[in-house]
């Protein structure tokens, strides 16, 4: 079964930092098609933040392009979120989600950022 860990969420002051881990347990490489971040704030949609997939091909939402960086270490399965300038509007529950091949999508438990003018 696919499982999805998170880490790293927190509060900080806007200009500052923060990154966020997924570490995918019971899955191979190979099976994955893409991994990504969603951000959900209060009253608004689930939305993309940034998606890497398994051929390296990477995409952002443009409100983060320039702060945020995506990256991956293949062989811990596992996916960062460099956030930096972090900006109230930031702040969100923040996802992790992996696309299985196949379609399936798994998701992670949601950690907490805050971001306080």
């Known amino acids: 079964q696919v499982q999805l860990v998170e880490s790293g969420g927190g509060l900080v002051q806007a200009g500052g930092s923060l990154r966020l881990s997924c570490a995918a347990s019971?899955?191979?490489?190979?099976?994955?098609?893409?991994m990504g971040w969603y951000r959900q704030a209060p009253g608004q949609q689930r939305q993309l933040v940034a998606r890497?997939?398994?051929?390296?091909?990477?995409n952002y939402a443009d409100s983060v392009r320039g702060r945020f960086t995506i990256s991956r270490d293949n062989a811990k399965n596992t996916v960062y979120l460099q956030m930096n300038s972090l900006k109230p509007e930031d702040t969100a529950v923040y996802y992790c989600?992996?696309?299985?091949?196949?379609?399936?999508?798994?998701w992670g438990q949601g950690t907490q950022v805050t971001v306080s003018s």
């Open positions: 989600n992996l696309e299985q091949l196949g379609s399936t999508w798994h």
């Open positions: 019971g899955i191979i490489f190979f099976h994955i098609n893409a």
């Open positions: 890497i997939t398994r051929g390296g091909n990477i």
